[in-house]
């Protein structure tokens, strides 16, 4: 265990590694002067002499991004000649058009992402990996048809027009409860999770058809295997089977689908986000893209990307909890 955590602990590193140089290459090093962009129109040549260098775009591309990695983990200052803007560690950059740190812009939405991707992943779960067993031990009956019907309407709906049926439906028609607006959950618990209702279930009916789907082909293959033949065979009821066997390997692939859903999620659910009018990862994503924010798109982006690559790294560990086939050696 100890070996396969420092292996998965160096492997995860590396992809970071690698991932901060292309979405900072992407950015920086691509034909355009991220100065000009930052400078905005109107800039003449000595303001924009002094932008730059305060970027530290007069640099070799190489030395930015070592000054990048740097700024990770002692800080760094951008100076202008006149003026120090200094950013603490660990510092993905700052944002001249807000006046603010990246890190601090994004750790001040954060709470948005976790709460809705805690409720909505448990939700989730529930419905796609209790719709998928139920489907395949009613393989070929009325129930499995219907089931399957709901789970394909299930996946074809976008996510936005789900949100925006329940708010009409729920808030507007019904009157059941008022227009969601986030509460953190340190101000009023209660309060926070009758605003986040709505938006959990609108992310988790859409996703649990996926999981719905990959959860009855999968738990269908493991049980035409030939360990589920021999336990038929010793005499073991059809409910212990399944549920003591079967399911366990079953649910290995829904545990990569898992780790990729919440680590997206975790980054940013722009559409959902949206249409609840929550100020989220998500929403700072775009309106930066649209301000042509770049220290925040590049910081947002890497910061995304880090959940998805710790999400994988959680869901291996899993893999050896939920089948007792896969070794962590």
């Known amino acids: ?43 003449d040549g000595t303001r924009l002499a002094v932008v730059r260098h305060k970027l530290g775009t007069d640099l070799p591309v190489w030395e930015q991004y070592g000054d990048f990695l740097r700024g990770l983990v002692a800080g760094r200052s951008f100076d202008s000649g006149t003026d120090v803007t200094q ?30 991707t805690l409720g909505a992943m448990v939700i ?21 048809r219907a089931l399957t019907t709901l789970t394909l309407a299930g996946m074809a709906t976008p996510v936005f027009l789900v949100g925006l049926l329940m708010l009409m439906l729920f808030c507007a028609s019904l009157q059941w409860m008022p227009f969601p607006t986030y509460t953190a959950f340190t101000d009023d618990p209660a309060q926070w999770a009758a605003n986040l209702v709505l938006p959990w279930f609108s992310l988790a009916l859409v996703i649990s058809a996926a999981y719905a789907r990959m959860t009855r082909s999968s738990l269908l293959e493991t049980l035409a295997e030939d360990h589920i033949r021999t336990n038929r065979a010793y005499g073991l009821s059809e409910r212990r089977i399944v549920l003591g066997h079967a399911l366990r390997g079953a649910l290995v692939p829904v545990l990569t689908m898992l780790a990729i859903d919440v ?3 975790l980054g940013g659910a722009m559409l959902t986000e949206s249409v609840f009018g929550f100020d989220g990862l998500g929403r700072l994503l775009v309106n930066s893209v649209n301000q042509i924010d770049l220290p925040v798109v590049v910081g947002a982006t890497l910061f995304a990307g880090f959940f998805v690559v710790i999400a994988n790294a959680v869901a291996d560990l899993l893999y050896a909890l939920a089948d007792p086939r896969v070794s962590l050696a």
């Open 87 to 116: 950013c603490a560690a660990p510092c993905l950059g700052y944002s001249f058009q807000t006046d603010q740190p990246v890190l601090q812009m994004i750790i001040q939405r954060i709470p948005v992402d976790f709460s809705l």
């Open 1 to 43: 265990m100890i070996r396969f955590l420092l292996r998965r602990t160096v492997s995860t590193a590396a992809v970071l590694l690698v991932m901060s140089a292309v979405v900072y290459l992407v950015f920086y090093a691509a034909p355009h002067d991220p100065a000009v962009l930052v400078c905005g129109k109107g800039c």
């Open 124 to 144: 989730w779960l529930l419905l796609g990996v209790g719709t998928g067993l139920l489907s395949a031990l009613r393989r070929g009956r009325l129930a499995e």
């Open 263 to 265: 680590g997206q999620i």
